[in-house]
């Protein structure tokens, strides 16, 4: 099967249609937006049959924000976080990173697949706009996308003779953010080169920390952490012709997160992050109504600690009894400063073939084959040092005009993969709209899911937590992941000054893989050697249940000044394992009820952007507001609710023909909000209270002839 989808691919279908469907091509002239996310082909964002967010390039001027995760948090209040030095910790729909797949140009987005994806990677400076697709969308895109996609869409040089562009950002605490981009053509070919830099000295807002349940002065612990990282990525394209392009990418990226020495943890290490991909992709269009592509790449995410003190450490080696039985002896060793030690090596191997075509004037199909070979190196947690899985899937969709008013979108995906074998997902939208009105229903189906990861299926290995030595399984039995995801609700667009959306959805995630105690296995069973305290092993344990219902509207009552509000109400329920009741227990693992943890029940956001433009000066203001309720968590305390308001201003100087000079302003929490409470407790925001920065941009441009 998998053979003959590729031999239809090659043969004339494509990754993305490039002929809008006749239902779009009527309100050409009224919209502009064109969004690829929610079906992988184009539409016209507002009559699109699965509903797609867009945040746009006017969105993220107004905004300026800093990262991604800022940026998100402000423009739709479906989205919370709250970053950790492992990654962004961002949350949708009640589920976590682990849940969320996150595209950059429509390829997946490699980073830690224990779900801490580093947003950091993509500078805010390089996104052009960014498209967000609510639900299980796993029939298009795979693994993962269980509480939605993110598609990050990035500025786009071609057809540009020459272009240079520098972004330098300053702001408290030491920030400092650097872009540069020089970009380049010749008859067929292109070139653009990137660098981007991040920095901050971190900041503490309580000297006061919970730790191992005692309370601690004098912390050393910062609330967030200094760190810098750097990136460049270079691209190359190649157009013989019309139909033909082939394109080239590299990309290097480090980070370093620091770590102040003292009590009470007493930390002997820094982080450090070492990241490479490499991708080619070619696309074939023989006419406007079909296309193909065929992509191959590589990604490595890996990261080290890094020792600034002497640090003592321990394995277990195995030995052999007398009488056969197997037992460990522990073996110390020191780290000394200077030193390093891998902790985890991921790389990430990728084949992928998307065509779609038109058949008629009606339906317009979308079908591909994918490979996916991921391969964990891990010393000092897995017992033969590393482990791999792969996974082969093939899908299909097929959009189909029932008349001009009613469309019905379906697709499968079949997967198998290395570990549990063969898997079927489906998905179903419907959308219907009422004559040239702007309202419109949209109804969706869909099943995601997510495979077991390679440290979920293979890790192994024994390390001190909480001053207990246990013994840490993975779990080649895992089944993946799944979710049933419903939603319904209408959307009104009578023109660009007005968009109303509300939408309820459902989404019911089934086989959660968990940590649960289990019995200590008979190999690490015996009377010398170090003394274990049990064994944790991953096993599908766990549920939840959300309902969430959601509002938005923007409405630009005068052409200068647009207004937008969002409303979001998530119930959540989930069936977990419950660490403190099953140790007050027999031991057996005790499963509770109750809501997920870190969600927040009612979030909001609230913008107003004025805009001004003359024949030599710009001016784009923008007012932004994020309110949220307390965020719920079973230890530690609810984190507190809070209202954050950010300023921005934007003025641009076109004096020059080619040059682009521009201004960027800005406060952050202007009424100084910020929480004193001691670390270890729940954050509702890390905010260090109100900060300012500058951004300065200069741009040289030379038109195309």
């Known amino acids: 099967m998998f053979g003959c989808l590729l031999c239809c691919a090659l043969y004339g279908v494509g990754a993305e249609a490039q002929s809008l469907p006749k239902d779009s091509i009527q309100l050409s002239d009224q919209l502009e937006e064109v969004v690829v996310t929610g079906t992988g082909t184009r539409h016209y964002s507002a009559v699109a049959p699965v509903r797609t967010e867009v945040v746009s390039k006017q969105d993220l001027i107004s905004i300026s924000g800093h990262n991604l995760d800022g940026i998100l948090t402000t423009i739709s209040p479906s989205f919370d976080a709250l970053n950790s030095g492992m990654g962004s910790g961002i949350t949708l729909g009640g589920l ?38 609510k639900g299980a969308a796993s029939t298009l895109y795979g693994s993962d996308a269980i509480a939605g996609v993110i598609n990050i869409i990035t500025k786009d040089y071609t057809d540009t003779p020459l272009s240079v562009v520098n972004s330098t950002r300053l702001g408290s605490y030491g920030q400092w953010q650097q872009n540069n981009t020089i970009a380049w053509g010749y008859k067929t070919f292109s070139s653009v080169t990137q660098y981007s830099g991040d920095r901050s000295n971190g900041w503490q807002n309580s000297t006061q920390e919970l730790y191992r349940k005692e309370l601690y002065e004098n912390s050393t612990t910062e609330t967030t952490s200094a760190f810098y990282n750097h990136r460049i990525q270079q691209e190359i394209a190649w157009r013989p012709n019309r139909q033909w392009e082939v394109r ?43 296309t193909f592509n065929l992509l191959a790449s590589f ?141 419109q229903l949209r109804g969706t189906y869909g099943r995601g899911f997510k495979t077991p990861t390679i440290k979920e299926i293979y890790y192994e ?33 009578p023109s660009k000054k007005l968009s109303m959306h509300l939408y309820g959805s459902y989404n019911q995630l089934n086989n959660m893989i968990t940590l649960i105690p289990v019995p200590l296995p008979s190999k690490y ?35 200068y000044l647009k207004l937008s509000m969002g409303y979001t109400l998530t119930n959540t329920s989930t069936h977990v394992y419950d660490s403190e009741l099953t140790k007050k227990g027999d031991g057996k693992p005790v499963i509770v009820e109750r809501p ?79 929480e004193t409470h001691p670390y270890g407790l729940n954050f509702g925001t890390k905010t260090p209270g109100r900060t300012y920065f500058a951004t300065v941009k200069i741009g040289f441009d030379q038109k195309k002839d």
């Not at 050697?529 to 939840?544: K, S």
């Open 96 to 133: 976590g990173n682990s849940y969320i797949l996150v595209l950059v140009n429509g390829r997946r987005l490699h980073g830690d697949v224990g779900g801490q994806n580093d947003l950091g990677k993509i500078s805010a400076s390089m996104i052009e706009k960014i498209e967000i697709v």
């Open 248 to 290: 080239g990418t590299g990309m290097l990226y480090k980070k370093r997160i620091y770590h102040k020495p003292g009590g009470p943890r007493w930390r002997q290490f820094n982080l450090r992050y070492n990241d490479q991909a490499a991708s080619v992709e070619t696309t074939y269009r023989p006419s406007a109504y079909q």
């Open 299 to 439: 990604d490595r995410h890996a990261y080290h600690y890094d020792y600034y003190s002497r640090y003592l450490d321990e394995y277990l080696q195995p030995e052999v009894l007398d009488d056969g039985r197997l037992h460990y002896v522990p073996m110390p060793f020191y780290y000394q400063p200077g030193e390093s030690s891998l902790e985890s090596d991921q790389r990430q191997y990728l084949l992928h073939a998307k065509g779609s075509m038109y058949f008629g004037t009606d339906h317009q199909a979308t079908f591909g084959v994918e490979g996916i070979v991921d391969h964990l190196i891990a010393p000092n947690r897995m017992p033969n040092g590393s482990g791999s899985a792969y996974t082969l899937s093939a899908y299909a969709q097929d959009e189909w005009q029932v008349t001009p008013l009613f469309n019905v979108t379906g697709g499968v995906r079949y997967l198998y993969h290395k570990a549990f074998g063969s898997h079927i997902t489906p998905k179903l939208s419907l959308q219907y709209r009422f004559g040239e009105s702007g309202l």
């Open 461 to 493: 290995y024994q390390r001190t937590m909480m001053s207990k030595l246990r013994v840490y399984l993975g779990n080649p039995d895992l089944k993946p992941q799944v979710s049933d995801y419903f939603s319904l609700g209408f959307s009104y667009d």
């Open 525 to 559: 069973q015996s009377d010398e050697g170090r003394e274990l305290d049990g064994a944790m092993q991953y096993i599908n344990a766990e549920d939840a249940k959300i309902w969430e219902l959601e509002y938005a509207m923007t409405w630009a009552p005068v052409k």
């Open 596 to 674: 997920i943890d870190g969600t927040s029940k009612h979030k909001g956001t609230v913008g107003a952007t004025y805009t001004l433009r003359k024949k030599h000066y710009d001016l784009v203001a923008g007012l932004h507001g994020r309110l949220q309720t307390d965020r719920y968590y079973a230890y530690y305390g609810d984190a507190p609710g809070f209202a954050l308001w950010n300023l921005t201003t934007t003025h641009r100087f076109k004096y020059w023909k080619q040059w682009n000079l521009q201004l960027t302003l800005g406060v952050n929490n202007i009424f100084d909000y910020k």
